[in-house]
């Protein structure tokens, strides 16, 4: 098993950044990529960026380039997810997630763990 622990979520202004991060422990090294989702209230869960485990290979969702950005620290066994010039609708929880799913997908099937999210909120 991989446990998966989001933190670094709150509120902020919008136009200011944010950076989350998530520590991943357990069968790690079971793990080839990892990824962001959000889900805003009423909505579904949407993906944000995913980043190979080994290497350095990237996906972000429309919405996030220019302003999101994924990295490790595998030595760590850390995810950060850096998001700047926050918007209102950036507002959700935001989950970790881990897949044994050879690929970099943002389909959130191909995930195997999750963490218990950490919530952001973007106020004007």
Not at 85 to 108: F, I, K, W
Request: aromatic share 12%; with cysteine; hydrophobic share 35%.
């Amino acid at each position: 098993q991989v446990q998966l622990v989001e933190s670094g979520g709150g509120l902020a202004q919008a136009g200011t950044s944010l950076n989350l991060s998530c520590v991943a422990s357990g069968f790690t090294f079971k793990i080839y990529s990892m990824g962001w989702f959000r889900q805003a209230p009423g909505k579904d869960r949407e993906f944000v960026a995913a980043i190979t485990w080994i290497g350095r290979s990237t996906k972000h969702a429309d919405f996030a380039k220019g302003r999101f950005t994924i990295s490790k620290d595998s030595a760590k066994n850390t995810l950060y997810l850096m998001m700047t010039n926050l918007e209102l609708d950036d507002t959700a929880v935001y989950y970790c997630a881990a897949s044994q799913t050879l690929g970099v997908s943002g389909d959130h099937r191909t995930f195997d763990y999750w963490g218990q999210g950490t919530q952001v909120t973007v106020s004007s």
